[in-house]
């Protein structure tokens, strides 16, 4: 969701705002990726699980290049390190297939422990919104409910996952106009039929005649990132019901996700497991030796 911030200031929220926005030095990471990060991407990210070793290397790294760069704040709530996994590999899933991407327009992603309404309020009336990206001087804050966080991941067959929503929006904000079109990434010739297609499948949902999420319909902003949820949630449903979607959507993000197995079974580590470190031993005489508590 798109939301030009007005009314009330919400103290909580907006206790960093005057702060420069000035962004320091951009990091790289140093360290290894954290073995316990790791254990949560395995554990609970299927398109983690669907890369190769050589993929997975990279994920982790602009995952870790993510944490490293953007903080990521609980308002009345506590930050755990998966609610971090779960909000860098939102990051990261758009934009994998374009390594040195930085979401420019992005400082600090702010954590709800609800839905919340329009006055930025997790009591009262109106509070639908799950997730929101601002502008004006809201501009650089993602919100985002803290359980809509969770729900994108704990059910991956809903094509719905609201993290991955609202950081499309940043790409597509990322030329300078949200309008749908994401500029930086699709090439001329195919802006016009993205837009006729565009058209043409906002009007199928206003007749209901798609399965598409029906707030897709709201307007080509809001479309575009529906679309791509459905798109890396359940690529192969959507290649068969809506191909010339789905092959636009595979321009845009260089990625050929019906081919990627996202039905792979999040794994356990036990005593006995290969220990993720990736040393080649166990588990329980490796990290688990050392302490490490993943549980």
């Known amino acids: 969701m798109i939301y030009a911030a007005v009314g009330v200031l919400v103290s909580l929220i907006f206790v960093g705002v005057k702060k420069s926005r000035k962004r320091g030095r951009w990091k790289v990471p140093k360290e290894a990726f954290p073995v316990l990060w790791r254990v949560l991407l395995m554990q609970e990210v299927a398109f983690y699980n669907s890369l190769s070793d050589i993929e997975k290397s990279l994920f982790e790294y602009k995952v870790h290049e993510f944490i490293l760069n953007y903080r990521i704040t609980g308002i009345t709530v506590d930050v755990a390190p998966i609610d971090r996994i779960y909000v860098a590999a939102s990051a990261v899933i758009p934009i994998f297939q374009f390594p040195t991407w930085r979401y420019t327009n992005l400082f600090e992603v702010l954590l709800y422990p609800d839905m919340f309404n329009e006055e930025f309020a997790t009591t009262g ?106 798109f890396f949630e359940r690529p192969k449903l959507l290649a068969k019901k809506h191909p010339k979607l789905y092959d636009i959507l595979e321009e845009i993000f260089d990625q050929d996700m019906d081919t990627r197995n996202l039905n792979i079974e999040k794994m356990v580590i036990g005593r006995n497991s290969p220990c993720p470190c990736g040393n080649g031993r166990k588990f329980k005489v490796c990290c688990g030796a050392a302490g490490v508590d993943f549980f």
């Open 125 to 230: 009336p109106g509070r639908n919104i799950l997730g929101m990206v601002g502008t004006g001087y809201m501009s650089g804050k993602m919100i985002l409910s803290k359980p809509a966080l969770h729900h994108g991941f704990d059910n991956t067959s809903d094509k719905k996952n609201t993290a991955v929503h609202e950081f499309v929006h940043l790409i597509d904000m990322q030329d300078g106009v949200i309008d749908g079109i994401p500029s930086l990434l699709l090439e001329q010739p195919y802006i016009l039929p993205w837009l006729d297609l565009i058209n043409s499948k906002i009007d199928q949902i206003y007749k209901e005649k798609s399965d598409i999420n029906p707030y897709g319909g709201t307007n080509r902003i809001e479309f575009f990132a529906v679309a791509s949820e459905y």
